[in-house]
């Protein structure tokens, strides 16, 4: 039962523990530098004394693997908190086989990874390991690198591999569609004893009330930012001024760097203005529902755009966070008083435009769906909703906004509860598209490593010849 809830047994478990590989083992594992032909040609190793030398195992393209690496990605999953009992080396040389040819094809087919991306996705990493280990020093020690400066250099080249392997990836899924007609076959495929079951969800809707803020305080905004769009008109820099003042927690730590294209999942007004600007243009102050923002692009690449940007939000006093209180309160009284329905005054009363046109309705960020399975929900969404009985409203909740710190209040109820069950077709619809969608990727993530191992130059050397990989790596 435990495996019908976690996949469909009709995906082929090759390509499934390809899956799993990309969710486990995202960090560490050694970038290599393009190299001649020439040199892969050294042994596997050799033995001095007892000990094992290092050496070069395969080589991909322009990429090559050391029989270190391998043992690098097991301390990488180790030190994640997985387990690698059930991982052999084949298989983990498998892995850095395919993200290599993943790297390798996304320079052939010109996906660019720009050093303004390295360098924030350094600045994250580095963030996160400083904090898991207190010390950068340690980190350096930890990667056997003489200086802070020798590690940054390594990494860089880690993480631009990488980069280069997960855009190529979504590349490919990104171009796989799914229609009706097939989810439909994809379902009646299944076997009815193989059948998912899903957990136990509900749905949830919310009114929101916003304190209000003056127009003096949104002046002052706009002012500050205005002052700081002048100093970079005079020769001040974007990024350093968004190191120093944004207040968005996503990008100010890399100088308010974001790379994005029109599909890219951005709030609309920010866009608009991202994609109404030349190349150096600075764009006036504009407001969204997180604040204020200034936009610099730095680039435009056919349909995708480097941009820095600044947030800055205006303050809310504690008399218009008291008000808001007093109003949304006064919407529960008459809700409960039966003066008005939970979604009508969502509708009329409600300051949150995603869900006041659907009465207050929650959708579910990782699905876009409405529900919400209850072993996956927010835990701070399911803490507010857990005890709530049907059609009970909560009382007023004070919310703070995890990336912009703006608080508002509101009111919450549960206004559908789904048991676990067996997959119904017309009930579960959205999940059942979501997992043939799935398949149909994982196929062609399949067909494309079928065409591209043909026509990439491939070697693999000593024992690991012997392998049974997932793909005709050894072209047989």
Request: net charge neutral.
């Amino acid at each position: 039962m435990l495996l019908k809830k976690l996949q469909l047994k009709t995906i082929d478990y090759k390509l499934v523990l390809t899956m799993c590989f990309l969710l486990f083992f995202s960090s560490m594992v050694s970038a290599q530098e393009i190299i001649p032909d020439a040199v892969a040609q050294k042994p596997v190793e050799a033995h001095v004394g007892g000990q094992k030398i290092d050496g070069i195992i395969a080589t991909v393209g322009d990429y090559i693997v050391l029989d270190s690496d391998i043992d690098k990605g097991f301390l990488e999953i180790t030190a994640q908190g997985g387990s690698v009992k059930d991982i052999t080396r084949c298989q983990m040389l498998g892995k850095l086989l395919e993200d290599k040819l993943y790297a390798h094809q996304a320079i052939q087919d010109s996906i660019i990874v720009s050093d303004a991306e390295v360098r924030g996705m350094m600045e994250d990493r580095l963030n996160y390991m400083v904090k898991q280990v207190g010390d950068i020093n340690k980190v350096v020690e930890y990667y056997k690198k003489s200086s802070v400066e020798e590690f940054k250099t390594y990494f860089a080249d880690i993480l631009k591999e990488q980069k280069l392997s997960s855009e190529m990836r979504d590349k490919i899924v990104k171009e796989v569609e799914i229609t009706p007609e097939e989810v439909r076959n994809f379902f009646k495929k299944i076997p009815k004893d193989e059948l998912p079951t899903f957990g136990a969800e509900m749905e949830v809707a919310q009114i929101v009330v916003e304190p209000k803020v003056s127009k003096e305080d949104k002046q002052k905004v706009i002012d500050r930012l205005n002052a700081i769009r002048q100093d970079v008109i005079e020769g001040a820099s974007f990024a350093t001024k968004a190191v120093l003042y944004s207040q968005d927690p996503g990008s100010s730590a890399n100088g308010g760097y974001y790379k994005m294209t029109r599909r890219t999942p951005f709030l609309k007004e920010f866009k608009d203005v991202a994609f109404s600007l030349q190349e150096g243009e600075i764009s006036q102050p504009f407001e969204t529902i997180y604040g204020f923002h200034i936009i610099m692009v730095d680039k435009i690449k056919g349909q995708e755009v480097e941009l820095r940007h600044i947030l800055i939000s205006p303050t809310v006093s504690e008399a218009a966070l008291k008000e808001a209180k007093e109003r949304i309160t006064n919407i529960r009284n008459k809700i409960i008083n039966k003066e008005l329905s939970f979604a009508d005054a969502a509708r009329t009363e409600s300051d949150e435009k995603e869900t006041r046109a659907n009465g207050g309705t929650l959708v579910n960020p990782n699905t876009q769906d409405t529900r919400f399975e209850l072993t996956k929900m927010d835990p701070q969404l399911y803490g507010q909703v857990s005890n709530l009985k049907d059609t009970e409203v909560s009382q007023p909740l004070l919310n703070v906004d995890e990336k912009s710190s703006k608080k508002t209040y509101k009111i919450i109820t549960v206004t559908n509860r789904i048991n676990e069950h067996t997959a119904d077709y017309a009930m579960d619809y959205t999940k059942i598209k979501d997992l043939a969608l799935k398949e149909k990727q994982i196929n062609a993530i399949a067909k494309w490593f079928d065409a591209k191992i043909k026509d990439t130059y491939i070697k693999i050397i000593g024992e690991y010849r012997d392998c049974a990989f997932a793909n005709n790596w050894l072209k047989k």
